[in-house]
């Protein structure tokens, strides 16, 4: 696509704010691989590439979905919850951290999601845009646990949207007054 087509989108947001949304997310991919040669003992240059071109559009799909939800909500600036859907979404859907070459079987076995990358990529952005990284989401809480495994099976396997993810952003930050049923009684739901 020609700079033209993109042009109302600079009008929108300027391009200022359009090439940090690019740096910030490249800048995060590469984070994010860099660690995870860290824990599995691999060559980032060896094995992964983060691809400028789909990020690129990721950011232009993000700004453009940006621009249709304040024209048609008619608001000025888009609530952090969807900034973060709307991010963590088209980078999933664009999927801009790819693999190099074949992965070993011995590679495979180390690291067996290493096929999700994008997904596991998506999700951490997810939580990072919306949460302050020095106060981390308890890891040792069990529902955390639980709820980390439903999320990546979901990014993996099912199919999402922004507006899922902004739920889940929601619901993530919700402080639930009510009590759950206990495990005990299966009378309402039937189970």
Not at 98 to 109: C, S
Not at 165 to 181: C, G, Q, W
Request: hydrophobic share 40%.
């Amino acid at each position: 696509m020609s700079e033209a087509d993109y042009e109302y989108l600079i009008e929108n947001f300027g391009e200022e704010k359009i090439l940090n949304r690019f740096v910030f997310i490249r800048d995060r991919a590469i984070d994010f691989l860099k660690r995870i040669c860290l824990d599995h003992n691999i060559t980032f240059e060896d094995i992964f590439f983060v691809s400028d071109e789909l990020i690129e559009e990721a950011v232009i799909d993000y700004f453009a979905d940006l621009v249709r939800l304040k024209d048609f909500h008619n608001i000025e600036k888009a609530q952090p919850q969807k900034v973060a859907a709307y991010t963590s979404y088209w980078v999933f859907r664009r999927k801009p951290i790819q693999l190099k070459k074949h992965i070993e079987d011995d590679l495979l076995i180390r690291f067996p999601n290493i096929k999700f990358l994008n997904e596991s990529f998506s999700y951490t952005l997810l939580i990072n845009l919306v949460f302050d990284e020095r106060k981390r989401i308890n890891d040792s809480n069990p529902r955390y646990g639980i709820f980390r495994d439903l999320i990546m099976y979901n990014f993996q396997y099912r199919q999402l949207n922004s507006q899922i993810l902004e739920l889940v952003i929601v619901a993530l930050s919700t402080n639930p007054n009510k009590e759950f049923l206990s495990e005990k009684d299966h009378s309402i739901t039937g189970d």
